[in-house]
Structures are given as C-alpha cells and as structure tokens.
C-alpha cells in the first residue's frame, strides 16, 4: 500500500466517523486508534505520516519492539489486547492507555508496578456485554462492584470501559452489546466517584459506525486502513 492509499483511507474512516457522530447529535470527540498489530514497524511510520496520533498493539512485546523503533512519544500508543500479570511492569512502561483492565488481579499487578514506579496508569476496564464465553473482560453484574475496588488501588486512573461486539451481521447484538457498556459506564459513575468514564472503546472495522452511534470515544480500526494481517 503507497502513502497516497493510506491517507486516502485514513481520511475517510475519519469521514464516516464524523457522519455518524453529526447524525447522532454527539459534540464529543471520537478517537480512531490505528490498529497495527502484526503490520511492521514501517507501517506505523507510514499512518504517522498520513496524520494517525493514536496507535493500537494488542501484545506487549510487539509494542516494545516498535516503541523500540519509533520511540514513545511519536503517537500515543494504546494496549488494546489480554495482557498477562507478568507484562504488566512493561505495560506500565510503554502503554499511554490500557484497553484491557479485566480483572482485579490484574489491576493490583497495575497497580503495584505503576507505585514502584512512581507513575499513575491511565486504563478502561474491560466488560463482556455481549455474554460470549471467547471474550475477556468483566461480567456485567459484577463490573461496577470491581471497578470500585481497582478504583480504590493507587497508581490507577480508570477512564471509561472498553468491550468487543459479536463478530455477525445482526446489528441488533452489536448495539446490544455496545449500549450494554455504555449503560454500565453510567452507572459506574453514578456510584465510583473516582471513575471519570470519560471514554467507552468501542468498535472495530466491521462495526465502528454502529459504536459511534452508541457513544463510543475510541474506535479500533485495523483491517480497513491496512487491509488483513498477517499471522
């Protein structure tokens, strides 16, 4: 892909995502976070260039290897994928926001490595709205319960949520799912006054439009600037 096609791409997912929020009467900004997992480092220099502030790695060790290249301050670099307890200290070290917060565990580990740090770790906490038993993230009934609780850890600032729709073609259950976590960002900051829930990341490229019109802030967006991945 040359950097005209790229640019050409970038500017028109911004397109549809300013449609669908002028449509939904929304003032708010929408972030499109370029998802560039498996794509070399080039390919985050070339979305650089086409005018991406916002970078999404769903591992740990790929980030630091492009982090590495690019260096951290180039784009603000999102961790959007599962991230295990023991990357949590190089999760502290690279990661502008965590999309993945889905445990109390994980949030202590946070927790912990952000202290000995001496840093404060901006992250969304992970929901499983749409009920799938492949999906990480924190069931619905327990959620705003444990977001009190990571809330209360030092060296955390939990900014809203973050989940993932169904894969299909039912736009009923990708709604569902999303207005699922918004409704539970509500309600966590009705009851945890330390949870500002300014954000709700949701929806990638088969169904941002649909998460825009649900409210969502940070939309994760691969495929369709960058055609498939490799493996």
Known sequence: ????????????VRERIE???????RSDEVTLVAVTKTHPAD???AAIEAGVADVGENRVQEMDDKVGEIGRGAVRWHLIGHLQRNKAARAVAIADLVHSLDS???AEALSAEAVKGGVVVPALVQVNTSGEESKF???????????????????LRLEGLMTMAPFTDDGAVVRRTFAGARRLRDEARRQVPAFTGRHLSMGMSNDFEAAVEEGSTLVRVGSTLFGERGR
């Open 43 to 45: 390919i985050v220099r």
């Open 19 to 25: 449609a669908v929020r002028a449509r939904a009467g």
């Open 137 to 155: 993230g924190l069931a619905p009934d327990e959620a705003v319960d444990a977001i009190g609780r990571m809330a209360a850890l030092p060296g």
């Open 1 to 12: 892909m040359n950097a005209d096609e790229l640019r050409a791409r970038v500017a028109e």
């Open 104 to 106: 109390l565990r994980l």
